[in-house]
């Protein structure tokens, strides 16, 4: 082999070398290895090039070219397992945990004042053999005002300004429509209650919501009177507010009870004898009740001669704003987290 020759491959050994001992990734490994020894790589030429030489150096020729593919493959893998391992050793790295970082706080959840109110009423009236039926906040018109007893073109029906969906259809402005869906289907004895969102074209202020929440309880059995009325009130009222409550009842008009009346329970700030809270009355209203009107029994094919019910409902948020000194409903539903926060 002349001279020459010899001096090509030399050259290319150290430049394949050099290259390869610098290598600082297992992709530039791969990069370098076709460079030399890919289809068009710098050896693989030199292997096309045998068949141009005379014969006599072929052997020769093709030993030694063979010899430095064989040695530029072998300094690629052992350089490659190097890399390797680096490039595995900083992965891990960082990777690894810094025990000494502070931990990921994670927020806990709460109940919503409104939720608490209402799991606690619940439990009252179901400790107190009710059962809780749940109706739509899509109510029909008949079942929101016609089967409570409400005339057409009544005042009170004035009074509760209505968001309608169609002529028949509204979203329910008292859970109190609930009383017709179960008479159509319940015979007494039944002792019924539910609680659900409300809603009534109102404007907002401090006290007045367009969309509110409602407790609606109602009974019938043989022989009930204002009396068991009392009783449960006042129960729920000892319950709710503390076992020096008892409750008031003065006349008032609702057109589904009769008699009706509208309740208060003693003030729980002051035990009654007056304070800013109650106005200086002692008292503090909480809803209205009464007696169900036999009509309405009678429209549902109870014998009223036979049957007796009470009926009264209660705002949860007046409930939750007294419980909790909360002096702004729109508070409930504005999702302010410092004030979600505070309960
Ligand atoms: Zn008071």
Redesign the pocket.
């Known amino acids: 082999m002349s001279e020459n020759t010899q001096k090509v491959l030399e050259s290319i050994k150290k430049e394949a070398e050099e290259q390869i001992a610098a290598a600082a990734s297992t992709v530039e490994l791969a990069h370098i290895e076709t460079e030399y020894l890919g289809r068009k790589g710098k050896v693989t030429e030199l292997l096309r090039k045998t068949g141009e030489l005379p014969k006599e150096d072929r052997p020769a020729w093709g030993q030694n070219v063979n010899k430095l593919k064989n040695m530029v493959g072998a300094l690629i893998e052992s350089r490659r397992s190097t890399v390797a391992a680096e490039e595995e050793a900083s992965r891990l790295s960082q990777e690894s945990i810094d025990v000494t970082l502070p931990g990921r706080f994670f927020r806990l959840g709460r109940r919503h004042p409104l939720t608490a109110t209402i799991d606690e009423i619940k439990r009252v009236f179901i400790g107190l053999g009710f059962e809780v039926v749940e109706g739509p906040e899509v109510e029909e018109y008949k079942f929101n005002f016609d089967a409570l007893n409400y005339p057409e073109d009544h005042p009170a029906m004035d009074a509760q300004m209505s968001f309608y969906i169609t002529d028949d259809r509204l979203l329910r402005t008292q859970t109190t429509a609930l009383q017709g869906r179960v008479m159509e289907h319940k015979k007494p004895p039944f002792r019924i209650c539910t609680v659900g969102r409300c809603f009534r074209y109102d404007a907002l202020d401090a006290t007045h919501s367009h969309t509110f929440h409602q407790v609606d309880c109602f009974a019938v059995d043989e022989k009930i009177n204002m009396a068991d009325l009392k009783g449960t009130l006042s129960q729920f009222a000892r319950e709710l507010f503390g076992p020096a409550s008892s409750v008031r009842f003065r006349p008032d008009y609702f057109p589904f009870v009769e008699p009706g009346v509208e309740y208060a329970i003693t ?1 729980f ?2 035990q ?7 106005k ?3 008292w ?1 209203e909480i809803g209205g009740a009464g007696l169900i009107h036999p009509t309405i029994l009678e429209r549902f094919g109870i014998d009223s001669e036979k049957y007796t019910g009470f009926a009264f409902g209660l705002g949860i948020e007046r409930v939750g704003m007294l419980r909790y000194g909360i002096d702004d409903i729109r508070l409930f539903l504005e999702d302010d987290l410092r004030f979600l926060r505070q309960f």
């Open positions: 003030c700030v002051c009654g004898k007056g304070c800013p809270l109650c200086m009355s002692g503090i």
